[in-house]
């Protein structure tokens, strides 16, 4: 039975994910790593096509150059879901990446590299949602308080509760949303 999920951006995880997140999965060290609810809490305001670009942008910050200044202390262990999931798969430091990817750290990732571990990245973190019972295709468009699932429910009763009479004529008129049982 396959892990595979649907991730942002890309149609499927390839083998080789799969493969590498199934070695990261025996460590000790690695397996530790979990998505916390503030993580969640920003994907879902930011959306995952967002995150992945913040991906790209630390990727690129702070490990593409060859030998990066402060190699093994680059990445912080929170703030941003991108971050954990550095840690989580090995792309933290180019020390880290040598030793699961075998990417010699003395030369610039191209752009390629980047891509990919930015795929790796969003594998792990559609991982994480799954993990904690999220479905990350509802993580496609940000989350605002007026469309956040845990709040969407809330929301539309407080609006109702302070609407006027819809028998009235200065009725407002207000479309269902995807979460109106119809």
């Known amino acids: 039975m396959s892990t595979e999920v649907s991730i942002a951006l890309s149609d499927r995880v390839p083998a080789s994910f799969d493969a590498l997140l199934a070695r990261l999965s025996h460590s000790r060290f690695r397996s530790r790593f979990h998505l916390e609810a503030a993580d969640i ?68 990732l191209s752009a390629e590299e980047v891509e990919g571990l930015a795929d790796l990245l969003m594998a792990w973190i559609s991982r994480e949602l799954v993990r904690a019972g999220k479905d990350p295709q509802t993580y496609l468009v940000p989350h605002t308080a007026e469309s956040s699932p845990s709040s969407s429910n809330k929301t539309r009763e407080r609006k109702r509760s302070e609407a006027p009479d819809s028998r009235s004529a200065e009725a407002s008129f207000a479309e269902p949303s995807l979460f109106d049982e119809v």
Do not use: M, Y
């Open 41 to 108: 809490e920003l994907i879902g305001r930011k959306s995952l096509p967002t995150v992945r670009e913040h991906a790209v942008r630390f990727l690129l910050e702070r490990l593409a150059p060859a030998n990066p200044a402060n190699d093994g202390r680059q990445t912080p262990w929170r703030g941003h879901p991108v971050f954990r999931a550095q840690h989580a798969c090995a792309c933290c430091c180019r020390g880290c990446l040598f030793k699961w990817q075998q990417i010699a750290p003395d030369r610039p």
